[in-house]
């Protein structure tokens, strides 16, 4: 026990601000793991584990690929000779960090029946306690380390987007349309007139210029030329690619890219995902089940295709992601969309008729910009490098953030990507000219 005068002295203000950081860091910590809990509460422990697609993963398997993160990049880190909760699980939950090691198959972890979903919580209660007793002990933890963390909670944050938009796969493939919550939306009136607001013209500065935390593929800061340019005042609605689609839009193939167009053949295309006729109407179905489709909603689960194949058919096209950040940055827009704290899980229509809308949240907006890396980029040594670096090929970047995503996790400079064919995701369309 220390004496009275070691309890009382005050510590350098280094120390005590090392310290502080790190208590604020755990209170985030907490904040995002309950989280993860909270989306994960709805569900029965066979809905955890079904994989219903290669793309998607089960909800047991991203709770704890999760808590794998925090075991290999934190705690291996930093306690000597630590033993793992499992040594298996650095091979079953390890996603694509090959410096770590061999990894269970993607398209194959719906077959792990086991650990099962008890096991998993058991799994991160324990690494939440070890990361407890790092944050909030008087060990002064390396600045780096420190960053990892809060990379590994930001990391979380898009797993817990995925488990959204994986369980709505999951779901939708029942014919029963089963709900994961109650139904929350309703038929709202058409939005305001689409309007065109003028973009910036000449030499901008692009990418991540401050001092929180942003993911490395948005920086470095560079210099971007943008020509006199237009975009939409709002995202586009249901009712407006209903036209689309009643005019022909999946049959006509002078409006698609030429890998688009073999893409509607093979995968049969002819309307958005979850997009389905119930006699003789339009439904759509939700995390709220099948439910009419809300004209007035933004269309959402739509792939690159699909969205540049709508804008040429309008005789417009998609924006770059300079012009959209350009936009995004303007003094005067707020970052108040409908984000996942909503608790709608859905797309809502614009709020307003004045000014540039919903540049954030509700749905990922796609960009003609293929995920590239910004002049002067370099990945992170080490496995952390694996994060972003290599999967810039055969990609688009999208913006903004949707209706499943953290509102603390995306900002104007956020680039978010996928494959030109992706559709399980809330993305949806904003046009350009």
């Known amino acids: 026990m220390a004496s009275s005068t070691e309890a009382t002295a005050p510590a350098p203000p280094a120390q005590v601000d090392r310290h502080s950081a790190q208590r604020n860091l755990y209170a985030q910590y907490r904040r995002v793991r309950q989280q993860s809990d909270r989306i994960s509460e709805p569900l029965t422990p066979e809905d955890c584990v079904v994989q219903s697609m290669p793309d998607a993963s089960p909800v047991r398997w991203h709770l704890a690929h999760t808590t794998w993160f925090f075991e290999t990049f934190v705690l291996k880190q930093v306690i000597e000779d630590y033993q793992p909760v499992d040594p298996a699980f650095e091979y079953l939950f390890n996603s694509y960090y090959n410096q770590v090691g061999k990894q269970f198959p993607r398209p194959r972890r719906g077959l792990l029946s086991r650990p099962g979903l008890q096991d998993v919580k058991q799994y991160r209660q324990a690494i939440d306690g070890r990361i407890e007793e790092l944050l909030t002990g008087e060990s002064q933890l390396d600045e780096g380390l420190l960053q990892v963390l809060e990379l590994g909670l930001h990391h979380e944050q898009q797993h817990q987007e995925l488990i959204l938009t994986d369980v709505k796969h999951m779901l939708s493939c029942n014919p029963c349309w089963p709900a994961y919550h109650l139904p929350a939306t309703k038929e709202h009136e058409a939005p305001a007139e689409l309007s065109w607001i003028t973009g910036p013209e000449g030499v901008r500065s692009m990418g991540y210029a401050g001092n929180d935390f942003a993911y490395d593929n948005e920086g470095p800061v560079h210099e971007v030329l943008l020509q006199l340019h237009e975009l939409a005042s709002r995202l586009i609605t249901n009712g407006e690619y209903l036209e689309f689609v009643e005019a022909g839009g999946y049959r006509q193939p002078q409006h698609w890219l030429s890998l688009g167009w073999n893409t509607v053949g093979e995968q049969e295309w002819n309307a958005p995902l979850y997009w389905h006729q119930v006699d003789g109407q339009w439904c759509e179905f939700t995390l709220a089940g099948l439910e009419p489709l809300d004209l007035a ?43 996942v704290e909503s608790g709608l899980y859905h797309p809502m229509p614009a709020r307003s008729s004045a000014g540039m809308q919903q540049l ?36 688009y970047v999208l913006r903004g953030g949707s209706c499943a995503t953290s509102e603390s996790h995306i900002r104007p400079t956020y680039r978010n990507f996928f494959p030109p064919d992706a559709r399980w995701q809330f993305t949806g369309i904003r046009l350009a000219r």
């Open 360 to 395: 954030f949240g509700d749905v990922w907006e796609w960009t003609s910009s293929p995920y590239t890396p910004y002049p002067g980029y370099r990945p992170p040594a080490g496995a952390i490098g694996e994060y972003n670096g290599k999967f810039m090929c055969n990609q």
């Open 297 to 339: 909603a933004p269309v959402c689960h739509v792939s690159f295709f699909e969205a540049d194949a709508y804008a040429r058919w309008r005789g417009v096209r998609l924006p770059t992601e300079a012009e959209w950040e350009q936009a995004a940055s303007a003094r005067d827009v707020e970052q108040d969309g409908n984000f």
